[in-house]
């Protein structure tokens, strides 16, 4: 089979210098095998000896700290290779050497047994190594379409790429529309775009940082299979995620690297869960659980929410009906661009909603209710987006905490109590465990998921009655993943309502005591997530849970207090 | 197969991993000092000696008490204007037309002076710079009203506000505030000296708008860096995502920053026509507005920076004139001097967040030319 698969290359890659590409499926294989004409390029002596890549003793430092410390790691080709560990491991130091955007200090990198420098991701491209990054790398004044243009190496009519871009999305399972504007994309299609991006460069060695923390179940297993259709094709692939099922099911050898060195290599198929996050972590892990515990009076409370949107290609809400009771979780799952981003403009007050009454907040209308003004009544949120919307890029984490901390008592008669607010902060990073230099540092100077504990801490500290959280965990190492779950938790038992919205279900399943899905702008029943299938959910995030009924009724007959004594509790509550 | 050798600049701008803190201390001297030594070249290319030129430019206007007094003058409008910019500007608010609102500040401070002058008496002095603080505030809130109504940019709103202000003075001291004793010359009557700010010392013409000027530094330091409203300026300009996640107001944001700078521009403008004009007549300001804009960026948007750099300012103004009179050089000597100094600045500022780094020639490698290697060698093979 495998030596087939060589003869097949090598007859293409006669093609390839001859004329006729086109006249490809004659050599007997069908179209949809033929897509990555040049990326599956194995040089045929060279890849049954020396591997796809391999680093041999990079190191890195930095200013203050040592990256990478005499890493080796070995891909070799058609193999999807695992790289796991914690935010701060060295992960994405690594990558960033293997994809030429910095150079290490020490160590030498073979690309098909050839000692290589990449000195810049278009050489890293040239050789054939395609990232999907984890922050994305998307103009957002520009098309889908142009974005990809950008990247290319090779110019291309735009109606060409528009028609490549349809078809490699298509193909796998990744819907974009080429000539849509990006800066209206939530986090999940950018990244729909960044795969695509990479997809079409057609590389021989594909990096892949995170990236199924946004797709749906199905979505997921398509890109797995697309995964290994490329493995099959000979292309190798590098694969980051902290989601141990899924390097478990996909991936055919993982390196470890923890503290910047390698704590070993396994085959993961081989090793449990918690084997694996032991090396990972080097500790033993807690598993959060979540006592049944019967829910309190309503305290956010949406009926018939409809709003239609301003951006263009945003999503528009359809009479949204939702109860989030004290001391329960309900998470909202769905892939984004479903309405994710409207509905937490709408619940945080970020956009004003024009029917009143259909947005109650511990028994008050807040409809009209602007943000500042919904926290005095004890709404909290952590928003999608840390940098440049949860904490202020320039400030330090001091100052960060004025930002919410009215309510706490860091701005008094109009002056900010710089003194209090340094308190403040000092106390979250204590709380938390947050990894700084001190409450000065500046907002951007922690790495994502140190600066999401951070902006929960700050949030939690604030005392929540109504606790909104977008993607509690989005790119969070396992260790601070675990300890934001169990604080949400934490609150819920001390009787907060907790309002997830996440596209993690596996984190959904784990945490909520009931669990919707928004697609289309339309949220389903909250139903109790005990005895609920997974593969429902993820027929209802395609839109299709109309069988499952739209009100709350089902569920709230098992889990909600009915809507009028819910609404006389919560008075008497406030 | 062999290589194309293609020239490659040896320098390459590259990211620094994090904005340099020598560099932002140092962008604004640095740009000072390549704006010096433009000046010399400049002067030599002219035929002048450029180190008599220097003198004439930098040393002789400032070798008396007068002299100095002359340099903190013409500081005081600058200094003004350019700490009520750097507020604005702080909170993303880009309001371009100070030497508007400078005008009209001149105007009805002015104005005020001139029709009730002898009748507010002891209060005369402080009616009208109240008054022409109320006139700059006025013209910027055009700009603060078609921006949050209408989201009409403030940039282009106040820049033509400008002209408008100035038509307006023209039209005034050619018309209805004439001097009928004036023998037809397009200005108004001299103010009433009870109207006029005295000096503070004699021998100069340097008065109160120094002092009130030094005081809203302070001000507006303890304002930038205390008060509440400041914070939610700077989270506004910084963050603007986050300004909204906090439920920060951007249009009180908004109406604050063109409240203050213009207030503060037309303060500076009641200072001149009570101060050193003594009159209002069709021009009361070379620019200073405009040259606040590089003040502000000069002072790095600091208060302290700024106080330093609108003397810098202040004695570029006082060096073009010297360098007109003695050494006959046009007036646009000390425009080019600031288009030096701002290109320079913002040549210094890129220097923050990014470095050069030499390239080395990349040894041969197979991807520095176009992967070919490879694929070539596979087609060798096959064939």
């Known amino acids: ?574 | 197969m062999p290589t194309l050798k293609r020239y490659r600049w040896p320098l390459r701008l590259e990211r620094r991993q994090k904005p340099s803190t020598a560099m932002r201390i140092w962008c604004s001297p640095l740009a000072a000092l390549a704006m010096l030594a433009t000046g010399l070249l400049v002067f030599g290319a002219l035929g002048k000696d450029p180190l008599a030129a220097f003198r004439v430019f930098f040393v002789e206007p400032l070798s008396s008490v007068y002299g100095v007094g002359e340099l903190l003058l013409k500081a005081t409008p600058l200094m003004l204007c350019a700490l009520g910019l750097a507020i604005s500007y702080r909170a993303n608010v880009w309001n371009i037309g100070a030497e508007g609102q400078l005008t009209l500040g001149a105007i009805t401070g002015g104005g005020v002076g001139l029709l009730y002058g002898n009748a507010l008496g002891h209060w005369a002095q402080a009616a009208v710079l109240v008054c022409g603080v109320l006139g700059g505030m006025a013209w910027a809130a055009i700009p603060a009203v078609l921006r949050t109504r209408f989201r009409t940019s403030e940039i282009f709103v106040s820049l033509m506000l400008v002209y408008i202000a100035q038509l307006l003075l023209s039209y005034l001291v050619h018309g209805p505030w004439r001097d009928p004793a004036g023998q037809n010359f397009p200005q108004s009557q001299p103010l009433a000296d009870n109207v006029l700010l005295p000096a503070l010392l004699d021998g100069t013409r340097v008065n109160v708008g120094f002092i009130l000027a030094l005081l809203l530094a302070a001000l507006s330091w303890w304002f930038g860096n205390t008060t509440a409203a400041g914070y939610r300026m700077r989270v506004g300009g910084l963050a603007p995502a986050a300004a909204a996640y906090a439920g920060i107001s951007e249009q009180r944001n908004i109406w604050l920053a063109l409240m203050i700078s213009g207030g503060m521009a037309g303060l500076a403008g009641v200072c001149e026509v009570a101060g050193p004009i003594g009159m209002l007549q069709p021009i009361v300001s070379p620019g200073y507005g405009f040259a606040a804009i590089i003040v502000a960026f000069l002072g790095r948007l600091h208060p302290l920076g700024v106080v330093l750099a609108s003397l810098l300012m202040s004695a570029l103004y006082l060096g073009g004139e010297s360098a007109q009179m003695e050494l006959q050089l046009p007036a646009s000597v000390s425009g080019l001097f600031q288009g030096a100094l701002l290109f320079y600045l913002l040549a210094a500022e890129l220097f923050i967040g990014y470095r050069l780094r030499r390239v080395h020639r990349a040894p041969v490698t197979p991807g520095a030319p176009p992967a070919v290697t490879p694929r070539a060698a596979a087609g060798g093979q096959s064939a």
Request: charge should be neutral; proline fraction near 5%.
């Open chain 1, 1 to 574: 089979m495998v030596a087939a698969k060589r003869c097949r290359t090598v007859a293409r890659v006669q093609c390839g210098h001859g004329v006729a590409m086109s006249g490809v499926p004659a050599h007997g294989y069908s179209a949809d095998e033929y897509n990555f004409q040049e990326g599956e390029l194995m040089n045929p002596v060279t890849s049954s000896v020396a591997p796809r890549l391999a680093l041999r003793g990079i190191s890195k430092r930095y200013a203050s700290v040592i990256a990478n410390d005499r890493v080796d790691l070995t891909v070799a080709g058609g193999e999807i290779h695992a790289l796991l560990g914690e935010n701060g491991a060295g992960k994405s130091t690594l990558m960033k050497i293997v994809y030429g955007v910095t150079q290490p200090d020490a160590g030498t990198i073979e690309w098909e047994g050839t000692a290589v420098n990449i000195r810049s991701p278009a050489q890293a491209r040239r050789l054939g190594i395609g990232m999907v990054f984890q922050h994305f790398s998307i103009f957002e004044t520009l098309t889908v379409a142009e974005n990809i243009a950008l990247a290319l190496t090779e110019r291309l009519p735009a109606a060409t790429l528009a028609a490549r871009i349809e078809e490699v999305s298509r193909r796998y399972g990744l819907p974009v529309d080429p000539n849509r504007l990006t800066h209206s994309m939530s986090v999940g299609e950018r990244q729909r775009v960044e795969i695509v991006r990479c997809l079409l460069q057609s590389p021989r060695l594909l990096i892949m940082d995170e990236p199924t923390s946004v797709l749906t179940p199905q979505a997921v297993r398509v890109l797995f299979q697309t995964l290994r259709r490329l493995a099959g094709e000979g292309v190798s692939i590098l694969y980051i995620s902290h989601k141990l099922d899924e390097i478990r099911e996909l991936c055919d050898v993982a390196t470890i690297l923890r503290n910047g060195r390698v704590s070993g290599t396994a085959i993961p198929r081989e090793h449990s869960n918690t084997s694996l996050a032991r090396m990972m972590v080097g500790a033993e892990l807690k598993e959060c659980t979540l006592e049944p515990r019967p829910p309190g009076p309503i305290r956010l409370e949406l009926t018939n929410l409809s709003q239609a949107t301003e951006d263009p290609f945003g999503t528009e809400l359809q009479d949204i009906n939702l109860r989030v009771c004290s001391g329960e979780i309900i998470g909202i799952a769905g892939v984004s661009g479903n309405g994710q981003k409207e509905l937490l403009a709408a619940i945080s007050g970020e956009r004003l909603c024009a029917q009143r009454g259909a947005l109650r907040l511990c028994g008050q209308d807040v409809a009209r209710l602007d943000p500042a003004q919904r926290r005095i009544l004890g709404l909290r949120f952590v928003p999608e987006e840390r940098l440049g919307r949860g904490a202020v890029p320039g400030m330090s984490l001091a100052d960060n905490c004025v930002l919410t901390g009215a309510t706490a008592g860091l701005v008094q008669n109009g002056l900010v109590r710089g003194r209090a607010a340094r308190a403040f902060a000092r106390a979250t990073i204590a709380e938390f465990a947050v990894k700084c230099d001190s409450e000065l540092a500046p907002a951007d100077s922690l790495s994502g998921g140190n600066l999401q504990k951070f902006i929960v801490g700050r949030e939690i500290r604030l005392l929540p009655e109504v606790m909104l959280v977008a993607q509690p965990t989005w790119g969070v190492d396992v260790g601070a993943s675990q300890l934001i779950r169990q604080a949400l938790i934490d609150l819920r038992n001390a009787g907060v309502a907790v309002l997830v919205i996440s596209e993690d279900l596996d984190e959904l399943f784990q945490i909520c005591d009931r669990l919707a899905v928004l697609a289309r702008g339309r949220l389903s029943a909250a139903v109790p997530t005990a005895g609920l299938a997974v593969e429902t959910v993820g027929v209802w995030m395609t839109g299709e849970f109309q069988g499952a009924g739209l009100a709350e009724q089902p569920a709230d007959g098992v889990a909600a207090p009915p809507s009028a004594a819910g609404a006389e509790m919560a008075h008497a509550d406030t």
